[in-house]
């Protein structure tokens, strides 16, 4: 599986943005998928998963509320959509794959996209 995540940009505080990361392979709708985001000087972060048919969903505490992720995998996509962006939300913004796990460790997922950068000015 290989992703390709976009969407970032910059936003004010408040804001709203949708990320989409794009799948490609034949077995994307089997793999339980999810959204990491890293600010700058600061560890990876999870944000959130959901699984392979999208009857399951889990979030950091932080984002609850806020974000909400989906997928169409008829589209081979995945999506976050954020609201009531703040700028502690300022990071660079990673999909991920995997077959067999939807946790929020980072080192268990198998696939990573490049990253898609969000900036929330205050």
């Known amino acids: 599986v290989q992703l390709q995540a976009s969407g970032g940009g910059l936003v004010q505080s408040g804001g709203s943005l949708k990320l989409s990361c794009a799948g490609s392979?034949?077995?994307?709708?089997?793999?339980?998928m999810g959204w990491f985001r890293q600010a700058p000087g600061k560890d990876l972060e999870f944000v959130a998963a959901i699984s392979w048919k999208g009857g399951t969903t889990k979030y950091a505490d932080s984002m609850k509320g806020r974000f909400t992720i989906s997928r169409d995998n008829a589209k081979n996509t995945v999506y976050l959509q954020m609201h009531g962006l703040r700028p502690e939300d300022t990071a660079v913004y990673y999909c991920?794959?995997?077959?067999?796990?939807?946790?929020?460790?980072?080192?268990?997922?198998?696939?990573w996209g490049q990253g898609t950068l969000v900036t929330v000015s205050s």
């Open positions: 392979g034949r077995t994307f709708g089997n793999h339980a």
């Open positions: 991920v794959a995997d077959q067999q796990y939807m946790g929020d460790l980072a080192d268990q997922y198998e696939h």
